[in-house]
């Protein structure tokens, strides 16, 4: 294990909630490396490698008692966190990652590359439960009207749209986010 105030070892900060899965996950792993199997003693190794406040909110859960299970723990601690990024991706995932990169225009390259980035990635994870027209329809949100019309001219005039004007969306309802990233890279 490495030791908890060296450059490579995990951290948590309660001021970065959306990173608890991941922080577990590379516990659980170092204390299988470790050779640590006691529930107890994970619990105690895990809060040296959180910041003080989570240190103490952690102390104050039930499953942190000497009854309850390593499992038992892990679970309170991801349940405290909804707003916790996991492999199974959300809608309300995706909302945040909106709110975080709202109104954005031309000029603000470096967020709109932040936002593509972290949008794909929750995309991908509900690929199979969101439609990809209501996540272009989301992601087209998150920019200023104005070049939301660019970015959606663009798209039309490379792919096509609706005979019903009305409808104003590529033939087969659907951008790909891929066709939208070259989109937004077309005017640097």
């Known amino acids: 294990m490495p030791l908890a105030d060296s450059r490579d070892a995990p951290k948590f900060r309660h001021s970065e909630p959306s990173e608890v899965h991941q922080f577990v996950q590379r516990m ?21 490698y959180v910041d003080a406040q989570t240190e103490q909110e952690w ?18 601690i991801k349940e ?22 709202a109104r954005l225009s031309r000029s603000d390259t470096g967020e709109i590359h932040s ?6 990635a929750e995309a991908k994870k509900l690929a199979d ?10 992601l087209m949100g998150c920019f200023t009207p104005a070049f939301a019309d660019v970015i959606e001219e663009r798209l039309i005039s490379k792919y096509g749209h609706y005979e019903e004007p009305t409808r104003n969306r590529h033939k087969d309802n659907k951008y790909e ?12």
């Not at 792993?29 to 105690?44: C, P, Q, V, W």
């Not at 959300?90 to 990652?97: E, F, P, Q, R, Y």
């Open 28 to 48: 659980e792993s170092l204390f299988d490396h470790a050779g640590i199997t006691n529930d107890k003693e994970k619990k105690r190794r895990i809060l040296e």
């Open 80 to 101: 405290s966190y909804p707003e916790a990024v996991d492999d199974t991706g959300s809608v309300a995932n995706l909302d945040h990652i909106c709110r975080e990169h």
């Open 129 to 138: 439960v969101v439609g990809n027209g209501s996540l272009v329809n989301k």
């Open 115 to 120: 936002l593509l980035r972290k949008f794909r």
């Open 59 to 76: 102390l104050g859960f039930d499953s942190y008692d000497e009854g309850s299970s390593w499992e038992a723990f892990v679970k309170e």
């Open 177 to 188: 986010m891929v066709l939208l990233g070259e989109t937004l890279e077309i005017d640097k």
